[in-house]
């Protein structure tokens, strides 16, 4: 079955830097790209950027440029989000999430079919 | 960036019908999708392309509209559906609505 597993909780220092992992299992790691999503304590779901599985190529959203990078280990199946030079308002939980798709014959139509179980960064002093 | 417009909460009794609605800031075709998340967990997926169900959802959850208007229905609501719901677009960059809290009375 598919599975999209996430590395552990983290608690880190402002300043400092994190990297958390996401390892998928039961599919084509390159058939799928992989996107992250952001979600503070309390607040809704902010997506971050995605990455290329098949050519390694990260796009950020705008909020998300900068201290964020997604990487791959493909021969791992794993994509990567590491996070530098942490702030406090970087203390929320980070989900991987497959990029799916239906085609409908002209179009590739694209939905997150898959999520990770999230991982809590908190940032404090 | 499309904005997604949700209700940020409701209560209903088990066994009632439920419509949560989701407004987009601009057309969005029928690539809308819903998602349920419960306290501690991921969200996971109900209905994608606006109406067509996931496998292994119970078919007491349906998904409609088009354009800017949309709706996920649960008839009838059972407790185990107290969670909050996600609408999300893909016609361009993804975005969310902000959720709404379904509380079972």
């Known amino acids: 079955q598919i599975q999209l597993v996430q590395s552990g909780p983290e608690l880190k220092k402002p300043g400092e830097s994190v990297k958390i992992s996401c390892k998928a299992s039961?599919?084509?790691?390159?058939?799928?790209?992989m996107h992250w999503v952001k979600q503070a304590p309390g607040k809704g779901l902010k997506w971050m950027g995605w990455?290329?599985?098949?050519?390694?190529?990260?796009t950020y959203a705008d909020d998300f440029k900068g201290r964020f990078v997604f990487s791959l280990e493909a021969s791992a199946s794993t994509a990567n989000l590491q996070i530098s030079n942490l702030k406090n308002e970087d203390t929320a939980t980070y989900f991987c999430?497959?990029?799916?798709?239906?085609?409908?014959?002209?179009?590739?139509?694209?939905?997150?079919?898959?999520w990770g179980q999230g991982v809590m960064v908190t940032v404090s002093s | 960036d499309t904005v997604l417009t949700q209700s940020p909460a409701l209560a209903v009794s088990p066994g009632e019908r439920v419509t949560i609605s989701c407004r987009a800031s601009?057309?969005?075709?029928?690539?809308m999708h819903w998602y349920q998340q419960k306290p501690g967990q991921q969200p996971t997926l109900l209905i994608y392309?606006?109406?067509n169900l996931e496998s292994g959802v119970p078919a007491r959850f349906s998904g409609s509209g088009s354009g800017t208007d949309f709706t996920l229905t649960i008839d009838p609501v059972e407790a185990d559906d107290t969670a909050t719901y996600y609408c999300?677009?893909?016609?361009?960059?993804?975005?969310f609505g902000g959720g709404t809290k379904l509380e079972l009375k």
């Open positions: 392309l606006a109406s």
């Open positions: 990455i290329n599985t098949y050519t390694g190529k990260p």
């Open positions: 039961g599919y084509t790691f390159t058939d799928y790209a």
């Open positions: 601009e057309s969005v075709s029928t690539l």
């Open positions: 999430a497959r990029w799916g798709y239906y085609y409908d014959g002209t179009y590739y139509l694209y939905y997150f079919d898959y």
């Open positions: 999300q677009q893909s016609w361009n960059d993804p975005t």
